[in-house]
């Protein structure tokens, strides 16, 4: 349609704003606010893709590769690991366990909410506006700094060697005829790399569902520690990626106290507009 992108970006992220005025307060609008929330997010990050020139012409690629080969003592993790660990005759039990913990991840971070939700409901707005904020920073970064992932820069003769995307190498013969239409439908802008959103949104939800009982803690640390292995082996994100995930973490953490007065202002003009509605 050739929508302009700040008419798009404006008409999706108005969208839980307007779920809040037109419709009371229930548990049912708390989730579907989140649900827009994440569509907003899902199109806003693609919106740089539709010009893959252009975007190309911003792409960064090498400044992760060197601070991960500082970080790995003159080679990059995600080369060690697969040289160590990945069998050159094809994929072993552990490249598709590491796989299907990544692909799970889709759904990890809303499986946690969830879980909040329903053991806690009054719990529930402050966990959704911290996810929803990992996002949105995550997001704000991709636009200002898109960046190439491991597998992309290995494609493309930037690593010095190759590096496998062990997650195409499972996922073609696992799913068949089915791959092509699920990988082009998640994988909207190559270049969303740093941060790691996959890391930083499962690390706040283990410190979200540690707040909830030791034992969801601990379920949320394990799948967050293991995706964050899965993510350097199988290609998909620099070590430095995930740092800067767990660093957007600790912002959103420390900075709540900041943002909170404010976010529950803006809340109660929505309020206010809900009321009117409501008239």
């Given at each position: ?5 700040a ?8 969208a ?17 606010i ?7 997010f ?21 400044y992760?590769?060197?601070v991960?080969?500082?970080l790995?003592?003159?080679?990059l ?15 072993r039990?552990?490249?598709?366990f ?7 991840w ?7 909410l ?20 990992a ?5 704000a970064?991709y ?17 010095g060697g190759?590096?496998r995307?062990?997650?195409?190498e ?9 791959w ?5 439908s ?16 499962s ?16 379920a949320g640390w394990?799948?967050a520690?293991t995706?964050g ?27 709540e ?11 109660a003009?929505?309020?206010r507009l ?6």
């Amino acid at each position: 349609l050739r929508v302009p992108p700040a008419i798009t970006t404006a008409a999706v992220a108005s969208a839980p704003f307007a779920l809040a005025v037109l419709r009371p307060r229930t548990r049912a609008r708390d989730v579907g606010i989140f649900a827009l929330q994440m569509w907003a997010f899902t199109v806003i990050h693609e919106l740089p893709y539709d010009d893959p020139e252009r975007l190309r012409a911003r792409l960064r690629v090498r400044y992760p590769i060197r601070v991960d080969r500082a970080l790995g003592g003159g080679r990059l993790p995600t080369r060690r690991l697969q040289q160590a660990l990945a069998s050159e005759d094809g994929v072993r039990s552990r490249d598709a366990f590491l796989s299907i913990v990544h692909w799970a991840w889709f759904l990890q971070p809303h499986a946690a909410l969830l879980w909040v939700l329903l053991r806690d409901e009054q719990r529930f707005p402050r966990a959704a506006r911290q996810m929803a904020a990992a996002f949105d920073i995550g997001c704000a970064v991709y636009m200002a700094v898109p960046t190439a992932p491991p597998w992309w820069a290995g494609e493309n003769g930037y690593t010095g060697g190759p590096v496998r995307r062990i997650m195409v190498e499972v996922g073609e013969p696992m799913w068949g005829r089915a791959w092509e239409p699920l990988y082009k439908s998640l994988g909207g802008n190559p270049w969303a790399a740093m941060p790691s959103l996959h890391f930083a949104t499962s690390g706040l939800s283990a410190i979200l569902l540690s707040e909830m009982g030791t034992d969801a803690g601990v379920a949320g640390w394990a799948y967050a520690l293991t995706l964050g292995f899965a993510l350097v082996y199988l290609g998909e994100h620099y070590v430095v990626d995930l740092l800067a995930g767990a660093a957007i973490v600790a912002l959103i953490r420390r900075g709540e106290p900041l943002v909170g007065p404010i976010a529950e202002r803006i809340s109660a003009a929505v309020q206010r507009l809900e009321r009117l509605a409501a008239a």
